[in-house]
């Protein structure tokens, strides 16, 4: 059982609470001061469970391996199908609808039934399902699943409730789309065919009917055998034999020939007067060779033939090129009369559609665009325009352009700051475009009232960032910054450059912003940081760079200034970190020859370039190579700009740099800033020996190893964009291995000199990678998930580098990792110096117990659980602070918590959220009031500025990978500890504004998505959302105020959820409307000789044909209906929006309509019942009438 301190129990003391099994709050050595006491701090919390549910709001960005494609072309809304089970629905900008299938099954087709709000969709698991569209959220209503056939191509005729499904058999069923249940009209393939052919026809693959006569089906074998079915008289109009395999077929609109493409790149045209053979073959890529035969192509996959009335008819295909030609990209070709325009695409194209102005396809069709889907890209072709230029594209289909590495969340950001990046980024966009409307109108979406400024940042493989305005649920873009363009290009074969070529240098690792100030940093993955100012002119500036040496073993660590009991210095030493044009020579520089030392990765432009407006760089800091070996990455970073501070650490300790003075103010290691204050006695010689913690500053409440072993299961940083490799993880000195090799294997190989210090970046993106979330495996498949999280692979402090970091394959990497996880997981526990830094916070503490006043501070989170409070001493006068030093000084203040720290967070007396200070944005390239000196404006959020009746102090909320706890300042007594999850680990936590009040949010590596209450820890929410099959999930995954998170879903879709109650409630009201009423077009008149000669000759009646009276009734084997719940889910959610009522009117007319055609149905059938034994009865009257009575 937990024993938590109470708050309300009126105690005095300030001594910390303690768990069963955990170590107690501990704190430095000092005297305890006049602390307030828990019942002066009386927190009065307003949230509870019922505050919290958790739902998935909007989701954005391209489906990912799309599969299908479906335009309703009077409602004009497109549908997508994935590979996954997905549908995207798209309308309008702010129209945009994410269905899943349950199965998880490969959509292989998708129908609209055309302005009726519903969709039918066809799976790889021969499932058939409709989609109810006029909800918001749609909804499953029917389901039939066929048992013995597999589905191979889907057709519904415009205007008609029964759907043509066609089979691997080659067999053609019919299914009626109200009832969902399969008609017994078959159309079996031997009867198709004729009886004398030996072979089968192969499976269908078009199905149409003709635009002359609804009565004639048009069916498409692949073999190359296409038969036109009498659907009235049940047998066969014609039957086409051809040598080539057909991909598809296209009516022409008045019905009397029709056009295939075929496997070899032809295009045949028949003619429904002679059918014997094609009146013409076409091979539009295929050219003549000298020896007079035509070159192989390419199999033409699609063709459309649609008609125009001012123009010559539109041939548009894809495929169909020659061979002969390789690396040619994939086309799409247009052929307008006799010009022949050839689109090439930059991606496969796995579907296109036409289209047209009349959903009618026996009238001229007049298409106007072609939709084209790319395995990665959605296009749209204007027609209408000779030279066929795209339309823009205004949904967000580009998030995945380069691979997403990480992400950022920013809810409620300054109302200026949107306009203002969508103004730099549009003087930046790409021309050419057509100038028309985008072409995809459907649907209804209005701003809602529960909006604010919302941004999402993205950083990519290829060093780019962009910023997207996400307000109201939508997306859009708004900036692109390339922070490439920072650094020199790296040429083939120049020294270190060598080693980067085909890599991805540049790739963003993390970011850190300040919308306030406008300040934002970038992590890259070559160990550098690039620190930007916002301006809205352009300017010519020279870039400054610092260099940092981080040393590898604890006893060659750089000691930051000649006197060791005051760690703070402003001018470097021969052995501080440099500044970027000095190269002191000293003995750590000499390493042997062909090795690398003290240089960075990349090389900075050291000449002066001009920056356009937006975001312009002002500093770049990078580690160096440090004998023969590369820096370790960043696993941390805090900026901010009241401070005018930047702090980052790794897996070799911490270093603070002045930016406004371009100075580093601090560079050590872990071990160093403990001071006199280390939990451990590290023990180099005998890592396996337990860790005995100095007395005075932490009380172990159980066995020391045991607790060692739990922390050790996270000897990364668990910091999911940090790609922290482990603790132990920097290799010891060249030829100076210390530790012997144990038991649990061979070393690893070292890493030569020559080796880049990264493979391919290891975007968020492209990790395919399913990993267990059990723990049978104990700790050894937990660091495989680890390792995996991290895109590197890790090390105990006895191993070497390995040559594997970085690893795009599946297969390759998921082998690296339990392989090495598992001979390095026993060892790993024995860590000796070695710890990561895996979180940093600047922010307004008490420094030391004694302290009586709040002080700039930086709070340091470790890899082994433990918590470091290193105050600061900053000039506050404006001229000081750019020219006094900062002064940092470890006090030696000591927490500690099990596994990782992830986050740290601030609160006042009252419980409200006490934010950083920041610095007010001023344009640093603004001219100059000669009036007016241009002065720094801060704005401090001091503990003690609105809670003089409540005393002095704050509270600290720390976040680990396993536990919670709130620490009271200055006296650094611990009040609540939570042990957020024993079989599990935390891969994101934050502190969170929800509701007009904060909680800690957690999201678990089992999938559980948790929010506590601040400052007691009382769970709130537990909901088991997402099981983590894959690591993008883990390393992208991040929450925001206002109750929302986001994460990337697969390698090109971002996936936005809310546990907010309120956001659930209201969410109905932000989501767009799928289906609006419209009017269906009129069919075109015919007029009189056309309509006598050549039209329809006769009306059709399905019904009469494929209805139960005179089909009968399928086999119940051969397919199976599930009935969905979308009727009753859509009346519940509609009626929870505010179009609840006309909704669910909407849906009682419906039934009352459908019900009252069935009424009138059944009166029609009682009535020719009737008519029926009436006249049978007359019959009989008078055939009996005149008999005498013995002639009966």
């Known amino acids: 059982m937990k024993k938590f301190r109470k708050v309300l129990d009126g105690l005095t003391t300030s001594s910390p609470g303690v768990t069963i099994g955990s170590p107690s709050c501990g704190s430095a050595a000092g005297t305890p001061t006049a602390a307030p006491t828990p019942r002066e701090i009386d927190v009065q919390e307003t949230l509870v469970s019922e505050n919290f549910q958790l739902c998935k709001t909007v989701r954005h960005g391209f489906p990912y391996q799309p599969t299908a494609l479906a335009f309703d072309p009077v409602q004009k809304i497109l549908a997508i199908g994935s590979r996954t089970g997905g549908v995207r629905i798209l309308g309008r900008p702010g129209v945009d609808c994410y269905c899943q299938h349950e199965s998880g099954a490969a959509v292989l087709q998708l129908q609209f039934l055309i302005n009726e709000g519903a969709l039918v969709t066809a799976c790889a698991d021969d499932t058939l399902h409709l989609w109810n569209l006029r909800q918001r959220r749609p909804a499953i209503l029917h389901s039939l699943k066929f048992n013995r056939e597999r589905i191979t191509f889907c057709h519904l005729p415009f205007q008609s409730k029964w759907l043509y499904v066609g089979t691997e058999r080659g067999n053609t069923h019919i299914v009626n789309i109200e009832s969902f249940i399969l008609s017994g009209y078959v159309i079996m393939w031997n009867k198709a065919i004729e009886l004398s052919t030996k072979t089968h026809p192969g499976p269908v693959v078009h199905l149409s009917d003709s635009p002359k006569d609804e009565g004639k089906l048009l069916i498409g074998f692949e073999s190359g055998t296409v038969v036109q079915w009498d659907l009235r008289v049940k047998k066969a109009d014609f039957r086409i034999y051809y040598d080539e395999a057909i991909h598809s077929v296209s009516w022409h609109h008045e019905g009397k020939q029709f056009m295939c493409s075929h496997s070899d790149g032809s295009l045949t045209m028949w003619n429904l007067r002679n059918t014997t053979k094609p009146f013409q073959v076409t091979f539009p890529h295929g050219k003549i060779q000298k020896d007079g035969r035509k070159e192989s192509c390419k199999p033409i996959l699609k063709v459309e033939y649609k008609t125009s009335r001012n123009s010559e008819p539109f041939v548009i295909f894809s495929g169909g090129l020659s061979y002969d030609k390789a690396g040619r990209r994939p086309t799409l070709t247009i052929m307008h009369g006799k010009a022949i325009t050839v689109l090439e695409m930059d991606y496969p194209i796995v579907e296109f559609m036409v289209l047209c102005e009349t959903p009618y396809n026996n009238e001229v069709q007049e298409p106007y665009a072609v939709v084209v889907l790319l395995e990665k890209d959605l296009i749209v072709v204007d027609l209408t325009q000779s030279n066929f230029p795209v339309f823009e594209n205004p949904y967000p289909m580009d998030v995945h352009e380069s691979p997403v590495t990480c992400t950022a969340y920013f809810a409620d950001c300054p109302p200026d700051i949107i306009p203002i990046l969508y103004s730099i980024g549009a003087k930046h966009k790409k021309t050419g475009y057509s100038q028309k409307e985008w072409p995809i109108t459907g649907g209804t979406w209005t701003l809602g009232s529960h909006t604010y400024p919302e941004i999402i940042i993205t950083g990519h493989a290829d060093g780019s960032i962009k910023f997207w305005d996400a307000s109201a649920i939508t997306l859009q873009m708004l ?34 912003w300040c919308p306030q100030s406008r300040i934002f940093c ?8 690039i620190l930007y100012r916002f301006s809205k002119y352009d300017a010519n500036t020279q870039i400054v760079s610092l260099e940092v040496r981080l040393q590898c073993e604890a006893e060659d660590v750089i000691s930051p200034s000649e006197n060791e009991n005051n760690p703070c210095f402003s001018e470097p030493s021969s052995h501080s970190p440099q500044l970027h044009h000095q190269h002191p020579v000293s003995p750590g520089n000499r390493t042997p020859e062909g090795s690398k030392d003290s240089v960075p990765c990349l090389k900075v432009k050291d000449r002066v370039v001009r920056v356009p407006p937006g975001y312009q760089s002002e500093l770049v800091i990078q580690l160096l190579w440090v004998d023969g070996e590369p820096p370790q990455q960043i696993t941390s970073l805090d900026i901010n700009s009241a401070y005018g501070l930047l702090a980052f650490g790794n897996c070799n300790g911490l270093a603070v740099v002045d930016y406004l003075q371009k100075t580093i103010l601090l560079c050590m290691s872990t071990l160093d800033l403990y001071g006199a204050s280390d939990p451990y006695q590290r023990l180099t010689r005998s890592p396996r020996r337990n860790r005995q913690s100095t007395s005075g500053l932490t009380e172990l409440t159980d066995n020391q190893q045991s607790i060692d072993m739990e922390r050790s299961k996270s000897p990364t ?102 392989s090495r996880s598992r001979s390095s997981s026993v060892s790993s526990i024995d860590r000796d110096t070695k710890e990561a830094i895996t979180t940093l916070q600047f922010g307004e503490s008490y420094g030391r117990k004694s302290d009586a006043l709040p002080t700039p501070c930086l709070w340091v989170g470790t890899s082994l659980g433990v918590a470091l409070l290193i105050p600061m001493s900053i000039p506050t006068d404006q001229e000081e602070r750019m020219e006094e030093p900062v002064t940092i000084g470890p006090s030696g203040a000591v927490q500690m918590l099990k596994g990782s720290v992830l986050r740290f967070g601030f609160l006042d007396c009252m419980g409200g959220i006490i934010q950083s200070p920041y610095e007010v944005w001023k344009d640093p390239n603004a001219p100059e009031d000669p009036d007016r000196p241009r002065r720094r404006k801060l704005v401090h959020f001091s503990p003690s500025s609105s809670q003089d009746a409540y005393g002095e102090g704050h509270l600290a909320v720390v976040c680990s990978e396993r536990q919670a706890k709130i620490f009271l300042m200055p006296s650094q007594s611990c009040l609540y500890v939570h042990n957020i999850t024993e079989s599990s680990f935390v891969l994101r936590a934050d502190v969170v504004s929800v509701s007009n009040s904060v909680c800690l949010a957690c999201f678990c590596a089992n999938g559980h998505v948790m929010t506590l209450s601040l400052p007691s820890l009382r769970p709130l929410m537990d909901v088991n959302y997402l099981p983590l099959t894959d690591m993008r999930i883990a390393r992208t995954f991040c929450f925001t105020n206002g109750g929302q998170a986001l994460y990337l879903s697969s390698p090109t879709e971002i996936q936005r959820i809310t546990y907010s109650q309120e956001m659930c409630d209201n969410l109905q009201e932000m989501l767009g409307e799928l289906f609006t009423p419209i009017e269906t077009p009129e069919a075109q008149n015919r007029g009189f000789l056309k309509g006598f000669f050549g039209g329809n000759a006769q009306t059709f009646d399905r019904e009469e044909l494929f209805g139960e009276a005179a089909a ?10 599930i009935p969905g719940q979308g009727g009753m889910e859509g009346m519940k959610v509609a009626a929870s929006g505010v179009v609840g009522d006309l909704a669910r009117a909407r849906i009682a007319l419906d039934e009352r309509g459908q019900r009252l055609g069935e009424l009138e149905e059944r009166t029609a059938l009682m009535m020719t019942s009737a008519e029926t034994f009436s006249k049978h009865a007359h019959e009989l009257m008078l055939k009996c009438k005149d008999k005498k009575w013995y002639q009966f």
């Open 479 to 512: 900036y692109k910054l390339k922070t490439s363009k920072v650094f020199e290009k790296p040429k083939p074969g120049e020294g270190r450059a060598a080693d980067l070529v085909e890599e991805d240098p540049f790739a963003v690792q993390m970011v850190s």
């Open 522 to 529: 970038v992590v890259g993955i070559s160990a550098h940081i």
């Open 717 to 818: 940083s668990d910091h999911v964009n940090g790609h922290c490799t482990s603790p132990t993880s920097q290799p010891c000195s060249a030829g100076k291995p210390r530790i012997p090799m144990g038991p649990e294997g061979p070393r690893l190989t070292r890493r030569g000199p020559g080796r880049p210090p990264f493979r391919k970046a290891q975007s968020a993106a492209c990790m395919e990678i399913s990993l267990p979330v059990s723990h049978t495996e104990g700790h050894a498949s937990r660091r495989a998930m680890l390792q995996q999280l991290h895109g590197v692979t890790m090390y105990s402090h006895d191993e070497h580098h390995s040559a594997a970091s970085y690893c795009w394959s599946e297969r390759e990497s998921r082998e690296n990792s339990f």
């Open 1112 to 1121: 009968g009734k399928a086999s119940r084997s051969l397919a199976q209906h």
